[in-house]
């Protein structure tokens, strides 16, 4: 065992908290070491130079064959605030970690803090095929959830998740990669007590629920682990959360109304029709959405001369109606000389590069694209001042799209792993696409959040992006991707905006009615039912599908689709004020009914409610079943059942905490 001196010495150092950490020109895979089974004991020391506590953990590794090599250091200590702790393997891989993308400042994962709590839990650390492997081992009747945007149940084990932002049209309950990723797991412990668990890296990572009261987090090295709490609530622990990866955005309130989409609108003509389709039947709604057919050939910054000859005309025909206009951005840029947003970003050199070079070439919908290198600031504000140009026709928000990023006619459904990426030194420097792909749909983001702010400080940005990761929510909402109209994704769209809710991104919802797929009048005006309940709020529709409008689907559907959109606006002052509270806090907005009482073991695994607040949410997500016979589980306390006089069978029940 190592002598308690020479730990002493590498805490007095700080050697592990150190910044000297230089990146050569391309090194995708960090430095390995040979860890294949670890035995451990903690102490804590104090430097005597600084005097701050800091944690060193000790380790003696075994070869497997029953003998013991020289033994190494885990080393730990607390961070941000009292109760979070970055763990790393040693010295060497603490040196060898790349700069956090997640962290709103990438300093906070850096830097001690003076702290004389020890942490409740620590993991054990191990390598296997060259792969990093971080395991948690927690007492029975633990609960994990988060993962991010996940299919499936609402409590996690049991899953395996893997983080790599992928294509998925169509995804099911077992689909374990989805369109963003969030590396981050919450555990409730029996005594209600809640930790937070975030493996801070970009790159493709497996989390492994699958043993009950057992976390397996394993990624090429060398990433950090952080924990946060254990605290008393989960609410406590998402807040600590956002003092890490941030809060989100404060949207503009039009934007918490409801948003109507179709892939697509083929016409300013069509989109007018709509919105008077609206106004006509006295259905509550604010927003109008563009698809990519308003494009000319799909090519991005572009209007179709003859099917949307005007878009400020028609934005400003959308306003006096009091409708705001959102349109499709896609990162994939039409390679086309002569096409004015080729050139420029030729000129400027903002495209990611193959591993010849040049500029990679991918399919997508205008045909061969190049795509910009938002890992890059010179190419990001390249994006923005782009962005800042379009939004003068008139444009309210802009909607991201394919940016994981998808590429069709190949196999991955993205661009090749050792494609290169000229990052800034802050995010990670130069690196293959292996390290960047999960975050480059995130910083697109980024890129159009900030490209709005350019062309107007005085407006509040709306972005809502498709590809992300843990941190995305400063700068955009999302939603749950190309969902199918089923009553299994009906049931599927609660647990999946609550683990959202869950990883840090509250601002969330499906495509009500589903994407894919002819929903019926019932299943569609019971999803409306619910959907209207949810953070996000927008119906969208497949090209090809029957049309998905809230009148769409006879008499009795279309009232039930008022009467849900009524009760939203009747609530949107409680949505307005639960979102300035998670800007600000970063509370959740909606929450698993267990948040209500996280000790009662009976709440842990409901998945057709969830709180907003303090109201509480049962929708019936069975066909054969109105929600007037669900025999709803309700936490203890006063919970009064009450509704606006619109009482329907398709609509959920509401109820108030005492």
């Given at each position: 065992m190592v002598s308690s001196s020479s730990s002493l010495t590498i805490a007095s150092s700080h050697s592990f908290f150190s910044n000297d950490r230089s990146l050569p020109s391309l090194n995708p895979i960090a430095p390995s070491l040979a860890l294949p089974a670890i035995r451990s004991s903690a102490l804590a020391v104090t430097s005597r130079s600084k005097g701050r506590r800091c944690l060193i953990r000790r380790m003696s590794v075994s070869k497997g064959d029953g003998s013991e090599t020289a033994p190494s250091d885990m080393i730990f200590g607390p961070i941000l605030e009292d109760g979070v702790f970055r763990f790393d393997c040693s010295v060497e891989h603490r040196k060898a970690a790349f700069p956090s993308v997640s962290f709103k400042n990438s300093k906070d994962r850096e830097v001690p803090i003076p702290s004389h709590i020890v942490p409740a839990f620590t993991?054990?650390?191990?390598?296997?095929?060259?792969?990093?492997?971080?395991?948690?081992?927690?007492?029975?009747?633990?609960?994990?959830?988060?993962?991010?945007?996940?299919?499936?149940?609402?409590?996690?084990?049991?899953?395996r998740v893997f983080t790599w932002n992928t294509d998925a049209w169509g995804y099911g309950p077992g689909t374990t990669s989805l369109y963003q990723s969030h590396p981050w797991v919450l555990v409730v412990l029996p005594t209600g007590e809640t930790l937070g668990v975030l493996a801070d890296t970009t790159r493709?990572?497996?989390?492994?629920?699958?043993?009950?009261?057992?976390?397996?987090?394993?990624?090429?090295?060398?990433?950090?682990?952080?924990?946060?709490?254990?605290f008393s609530t989960p609410t406590a622990v998402l807040q600590s959360l956002s003092h890490a990866v941030g809060t989100v955005f404060m949207p503009p309130k039009w934007a918490l109304g409801y948003h109507q989409c179709r892939w697509s609108y083929m016409s300013g003509k069509r989109v007018a029709e709509i919105a008077q389709t609206f106004r006509d039947k006295k259905i509550p709604s604010d927003v109008i959405w563009m698809d990519i057919d308003y494009m000319d050939g799909f090519r991005c910054f572009t209007f179709d001369k003859e099917r949307f000859p005007d878009p400020s005309a028609l934005a400003k025909h959308l306003h006096n109606n009091g409708f705001k206009a959102i349109w499709m951005l896609d990162p994939g840029i039409k390679q086309e000389e002569g096409f004015d947003v080729y050139d420029s970003g030729s000129k400027n050199n903002v495209w990611v590069k193959g591993a010849d070079g040049e500029p990679f070439i991918g399919e997508v919908w205008p045909g061969p694209c190049v795509f910009p290198?938002?890992?890059?600031?010179?190419?990001?504000?390249?994006?923005?001042?782009?962005?800042?140009?379009?939004?003068?026709?008139?444009?309210?928000?802009?909607?991201?799209?394919?940016n994981e990023p998808a590429v069709f006619k190949v196999v991955t459904k993205t661009m090749p792993e050792n494609n290169i990426h000229r990052g800034d030194d802050e995010l990670g420097g130069v690196q293959y696409h292996s390290h960047y792909h999960n975050v480059y749909g995130m910083l697109m983001a980024r890129s159009t959040y900030e490209g709005m702010e350019l062309a107007d400080k005085n407006k509040?940005?709306?972005?809502?992006?498709?590809?992300?990761?843990?941190?995305?929510?400063?700068?955009?909402?999302?939603?749950?991707?190309?969902?199918?109209?089923?009553?299994?994704?009906?049931?599927?769209?609660?647990?999946?905006?609550?683990?959202?809710?869950?990883?840090?991104?509250?601002?969330?919802?499906?495509?009500?009615?589903?994407?894919?797929?002819?929903?019926?009048?019932?299943?569609?005006?019971?999803?409306?039912?619910?959907?209207?309940?949810?953070?996000?709020?927008?119906?969208?529709s497949e090209a090809g599908t029957d049309d998905h409008e809230p009148w769409s689907f006879g008499e009795e559907c279309e009232e039930v689709c008022r009467a849900a959109l009524k009760r939203r606006y009747q609530l949107l002052p409680h949505f307005y004020t639960l979102f300035y509270i998670a800007h600000t806090t970063g509370a959740p907005v909606a929450t698993p009914i267990f948040f209500a009482d996280p000790k009662d073991s009976r709440l842990r695994t409901i998945e057709n409610a969830f709180l907003l607040g303090s109201l509480l949410i049962h929708a019936s997500t069975l066909s054969n079943q109105g929600s007037h016979e669900l025999q709803p589980i309700l936490p203890r306390g006063t919970w009064l059942r009450f509704d606006f006089e619109d009482s329907h069978p398709d609509l959920p029940t509401l109820y108030l905490q005492g």
């Amino acid at each position: 065992m190592v002598s308690s001196s020479s730990s002493l010495t590498i805490a007095s150092s700080h050697s592990f908290f150190s910044n000297d950490r230089s990146l050569p020109s391309l090194n995708p895979i960090a430095p390995s070491l040979a860890l294949p089974a670890i035995r451990s004991s903690a102490l804590a020391v104090t430097s005597r130079s600084k005097g701050r506590r800091c944690l060193i953990r000790r380790m003696s590794v075994s070869k497997g064959d029953g003998s013991e090599t020289a033994p190494s250091d885990m080393i730990f200590g607390p961070i941000l605030e009292d109760g979070v702790f970055r763990f790393d393997c040693s010295v060497e891989h603490r040196k060898a970690a790349f700069p956090s993308v997640s962290f709103k400042n990438s300093k906070d994962r850096e830097v001690p803090i003076p702290s004389h709590i020890v942490p409740a839990f620590t993991p054990t650390y191990s390598l296997l095929e060259e792969q990093q492997v971080v395991t948690f081992q927690f007492s029975p009747g633990t609960s994990f959830y988060g993962t991010g945007e996940v299919g499936g149940q609402l409590e996690r084990t049991g899953k395996r998740v893997f983080t790599w932002n992928t294509d998925a049209w169509g995804y099911g309950p077992g689909t374990t990669s989805l369109y963003q990723s969030h590396p981050w797991v919450l555990v409730v412990l029996p005594t209600g007590e809640t930790l937070g668990v975030l493996a801070d890296t970009t790159r493709k990572c497996e989390i492994d629920l699958r043993k009950e009261g057992v976390i397996r987090i394993i990624s090429p090295p060398s990433y950090p682990i952080i924990t946060f709490g254990p605290f008393s609530t989960p609410t406590a622990v998402l807040q600590s959360l956002s003092h890490a990866v941030g809060t989100v955005f404060m949207p503009p309130k039009w934007a918490l109304g409801y948003h109507q989409c179709r892939w697509s609108y083929m016409s300013g003509k069509r989109v007018a029709e709509i919105a008077q389709t609206f106004r006509d039947k006295k259905i509550p709604s604010d927003v109008i959405w563009m698809d990519i057919d308003y494009m000319d050939g799909f090519r991005c910054f572009t209007f179709d001369k003859e099917r949307f000859p005007d878009p400020s005309a028609l934005a400003k025909h959308l306003h006096n109606n009091g409708f705001k206009a959102i349109w499709m951005l896609d990162p994939g840029i039409k390679q086309e000389e002569g096409f004015d947003v080729y050139d420029s970003g030729s000129k400027n050199n903002v495209w990611v590069k193959g591993a010849d070079g040049e500029p990679f070439i991918g399919e997508v919908w205008p045909g061969p694209c190049v795509f910009p290198d938002y890992t890059n600031s010179k190419a990001r504000s390249w994006w923005a001042n782009l962005v800042k140009d379009f939004i003068s026709n008139g444009v309210d928000g802009i909607w991201n799209d394919m940016n994981e990023p998808a590429v069709f006619k190949v196999v991955t459904k993205t661009m090749p792993e050792n494609n290169i990426h000229r990052g800034d030194d802050e995010l990670g420097g130069v690196q293959y696409h292996s390290h960047y792909h999960n975050v480059y749909g995130m910083l697109m983001a980024r890129s159009t959040y900030e490209g709005m702010e350019l062309a107007d400080k005085n407006k509040r940005p709306f972005v809502l992006t498709r590809a992300g990761f843990i941190g995305s929510q400063r700068y955009a909402a999302t939603w749950t991707g190309d969902n199918l109209s089923t009553w299994e994704h009906l049931h599927m769209s609660i647990s999946m905006v609550l683990q959202l809710g869950l990883s840090g991104q509250p601002l969330s919802g499906p495509d009500i009615g589903g994407f894919a797929g002819n929903a019926t009048p019932r299943l569609f005006g019971r999803w409306m039912g619910v959907g209207a309940m949810f953070p996000f709020c927008r119906g969208h529709s497949e090209a090809g599908t029957d049309d998905h409008e809230p009148w769409s689907f006879g008499e009795e559907c279309e009232e039930v689709c008022r009467a849900a959109l009524k009760r939203r606006y009747q609530l949107l002052p409680h949505f307005y004020t639960l979102f300035y509270i998670a800007h600000t806090t970063g509370a959740p907005v909606a929450t698993p009914i267990f948040f209500a009482d996280p000790k009662d073991s009976r709440l842990r695994t409901i998945e057709n409610a969830f709180l907003l607040g303090s109201l509480l949410i049962h929708a019936s997500t069975l066909s054969n079943q109105g929600s007037h016979e669900l025999q709803p589980i309700l936490p203890r306390g006063t919970w009064l059942r009450f509704d606006f006089e619109d009482s329907h069978p398709d609509l959920p029940t509401l109820y108030l905490q005492g």
